[in-house]
């Protein structure tokens, strides 16, 4: 495939996404009772990317603890409006959700997204304080791509040699557990940075950086417990089995949950639609999953 057909790729793949994204939530409210939303707070200097979102549910009089939510889409789709209803969602489940924008391929590059996710990050440190946020009951979680980059992320959280290749200095904060949702895994394998992968991971010298890519070699049992689901008929499902068993091998604290079946078949980051009841089951199920690591 050619660079220019890669491109052309990513246009129709932003086309058809956001086209049915718009008709799953068309109609959904943007504020729900119990939860207040601040939008548009700015993490960093681009103003129209490095901006998020808070969610925070109003019951709580207490520190709250905190998800912060990777959007997924490729690397090069997606913004935080996708992920609103979904992340308000969450807030209604007790937790404060950062849902934030990031650069998107082809115009950046690979870690440049990664840098964004480290910002966000930073901002949640700095920030604790102005919204109650409990920076020792931190959680992520990732889809698709964003699946990709809360492993990655949380990695290098918890991996100093690895964190080092980039550079990052570590936030102050504690992620207790992560959830990785229908996500690509072994970035370093040729047949994962296929199609708009190369977008982002191809650098502009034709070269992959492929020892940032190894990131399942840096992982190890300093990692958070991961929640790594998958569904009957998602077209990534056979990668979750993978990372399961990998993690099986290396003693990683983990759970592997699929969700739909034949009769009652789900597919690729079906979680996200906040009309489905097998979707509010795995809400529950990666919100229960998260509330067994509080530090209380």
């Known amino acids: 495939m050619t660079y220019e057909e890669v491109l052309q790729q ?18 959904l409210p943007l504020q729900i009772p119990g939860v207040k939303r601040i939008d548009d707070l700015s993490y960093g ?70 840098d964004d996710i480290n910002a966000v990050f930073h901002w949640v440190v700095q920030n604790a304080i102005n919204y109650n946020l409990d920076l020792d009951n931190v959680f992520v979680v990732g889809d698709s791509a964003g699946g990709q980059m809360a492993q ?42 296929a199609g708009v992968g190369e977008a982002y991971f191809k650098q502009d010298d034709g070269s992959y950086p492929l020892e940032k890519l190894e990131v399942e070699k840096y992982m ?5 417990p991961l929640f790594v689901m998958t569904s009957s008929h998602d077209f990534l499902h056979d990668a979750a089995f993978r990372l399961d068993g990998y993690l099986l091998a290396k003693g990683i604290d983990h759970e592997l949950h699929v969700y739909g079946d034949e009769k009652n078949p789900r597919y690729h980051v079906f979680h996200v639609n906040q009309r489905d009841g ?16 509080l530090n209380k």
């Not at 939510?69 to 308000?88: A, L, R």
Request: aromatic content about 14%; proline content about 6%.
């Open 45 to 114: 200097p681009d103003p129209k990317w490095h901006l998020l979102d808070l969610y925070l549910p109003e019951d709580i009089n207490e520190k709250i603890p905190v998800i912060i939510s990777i959007h997924g889409g490729g690397w090069c789709y997606g913004t935080k409006e996708t992920y609103q209803f979904y992340g308000m969602g969450l807030a209604k489940r007790g937790f404060a959700v950062v849902n934030f924008n990031y650069r998107l391929a082809p115009e950046v590059k690979f870690p440049k997204e990664l």
């Open 152 to 193: 990655q992320y949380v990695t290098i959280l918890s991996n100093p040699a690895y964190r080092a290749l980039f550079g990052y200095e570590r936030p102050e904060l504690t992620v207790r557990a992560t959830a990785l949702n229908c996500g690509v895994y072994f970035i370093d394998q040729s047949e994962n940075q």
């Open 220 to 224: 190890n049992q300093d990692m958070p």
């Open 278 to 293: 097998i979707a509010s089951l795995c809400n529950d199920d990666e919100v229960a999953f998260f509330k067994r690591y």
């Open 10 to 27: 990513i246009e129709q793949m932003r086309t058809q996404s956001k086209a049915n994204d718009d008709k799953r939530d068309a109609g």
